[in-house]
């Protein structure tokens, strides 16, 4: 039989996410104990890990969302060999093994698979949904970057670090977490969004903001890159006020709050004080940190605890719900565990922040994904 792991194409691309979290959260435990391998990090966690999961996640999520089918399916099977076939290339590139303008087009063809798988299914969308302008956007700058770093890399361009930096990781990640919080908050606290238009307003917001602080970074404006992330910083303030207003609603059921939004609440204060660190300049470091492990890998986890089980129970279990005892999607992970693991992981984040206690933090940290990791694996045994 084969396993539901490998027929889910979702499943996959997560699965190889988290592996390479594992890795790229070991090479950072080197990195804090004086070895240089900060771009191998850096690129295992925003190449492999996020960018792999947050594919896999598109590629369940906007479908249910927009109520069709995912298309050009054939093509998504070969982004999934591109992608991590890029990832693993790219990281050759910096041990140099091989030149940057072999594994940097690898990368990209994946990419540009993925967009345009996801691409042509939204044309088909028969429901509309507040994530779609957002991933929409968010898609774009993700192969705006990954072209952005090949032509910088090659010498085609003036390259800046910090617009490749920015365009994946306030673009195509962050904007990305916009959208799926947009869509997933409401849903898993079983309220309704307090406002669908503060939601656009949002996205059209930083559709003004991003391209004013990218122009900045490229030219060295430090007025843009201000005004940019000040726009920024407003959309997040907004994102956060209408997820913790549709929190403040009664909900709609007398059910525990979900494990996912305990995850999505901190995530959010970590988040929130990453964008003001970043207007307020504080070391790259620390910045970096809040948003892409406070924010993002937190906001990551918690969405996977819905979205792992789910996949799974719809794979194994959905065809035989009345026909024998099934168990529920919550009883395929380890609750209690999760709990943990959320603890660990806000622990883990602030401790990374403080000079003196930093390796403390990311060895939590790596408990932490590990234990993560090793549960969701566990849901496919269960």
Same mark, same amino acid.
């Given at each position: ?9 979702? /499943? ?5 996410? /988290? ?20 771009? $191998? ?30 298309? /050009? ?13 890029? $990832? ?18 690898? %990368? ?18 028969? #429901? ?12 774009? #700058?993700?192969?705006?970057? @990954? ?21 994946? @990781? ?6 990305? @977490?916009?959208?799926?919080? %947009? ?41 843009? &890159?201000? %005004? +940019? +992330?000040?726009? *920024?910083? #407003?959309?997040? #303030? /907004? ?6 207003? @549709? ?27 990453? $964008? ?17 492990? +406070? ?9 996977? *605890? ?10 194994? %279990? ?7 005892? &099934? ?56």
């Amino acid at each position: 039989m084969v396993p539901v792991v490998w027929k889910s194409l979702p /499943l996959r691309f997560i699965y190889s996410g /988290l592996f390479y979290l594992i890795i790229a959260s070991a090479i950072g435990l080197l990195n804090l104990a004086g070895y240089s391998l900060k771009p $191998v990090h850096s690129h295992l966690m925003l190449a492999g890990f996020v960018s792999l999961v947050i594919i896999g996640s598109m590629y369940q999520l906007v479908p249910t969302v927009t109520g069709t089918e995912l298309k /050009l399916k054939n093509l998504a099977e070969l982004s999934f060999y591109l992608t991590n076939l890029g $990832v693993l290339l790219l990281i050759a590139s910096f041990f140099g093994m091989i030149p940057f303008y072999i594994s940097g087009p690898a %990368y990209l063809l994946g990419t540009l698979a993925f967009g345009m798988v996801v691409f042509v299914t939204l044309t088909d969308m028969k #429901l509309k949904s507040i994530a779609v302008p957002f991933f929409g956007l968010a898609i774009a #700058l993700y192969m705006a970057g @990954t072209v952005y770093g090949i032509l910088g890399m090659s010498g085609k361009i003036p390259f800046r670090i910090s617009v490749h930096n920015h365009l994946l @990781t306030a673009g195509w990640v962050g904007v990305t @977490t916009f959208g799926g919080l %947009y869509e997933l908050f409401p849903m898993l606290s079983l309220r309704k969004l307090r406002s669908v238009k503060l939601a656009y307003i949002t996205f059209i917001i930083l559709l003004i903001s991003l391209p004013i602080m990218l122009y900045g970074f490229q030219n060295s404006a430090s007025a843009m &890159v201000t %005004y +940019g +992330g000040a726009g *920024y910083a #407003l959309a997040f #303030l /907004l994102l956060s006020a209408n997820l913790m207003l @549709t929190l403040a609603r009664e909900s709609e059921t007398p059910a525990p709050l979900d494990i996912s939004v305990k995850f999505f609440v901190p995530a959010l204060l970590f988040g929130m004080a990453g $964008v003001f660190a970043g207007l307020l300049n504080a070391d790259s470091f620390t910045h970096s940190h809040l948003m892409l492990v +406070g924010w993002i890998t937190l906001t990551i986890i918690g969405a996977a *605890y819905h979205i792992i089980p789910m996949i799974t129970w719809m794979e194994k %279990y959905s065809m035989k719900l009345g026909a024998e005892d &099934v168990p529920m999607i919550a009883d395929l992970f380890n609750l209690k565990l999760g709990e943990v693991i959320l603890v660990l992981s806000v622990l883990g984040t602030v401790l990374l922040l403080v000079p003196g206690t930093k390796m403390v933090g990311g060895i939590l940290l790596f408990g932490a994904f590990l234990a993560f990791t090793y549960d969701m694996v566990m849901v496919q045994r269960r």
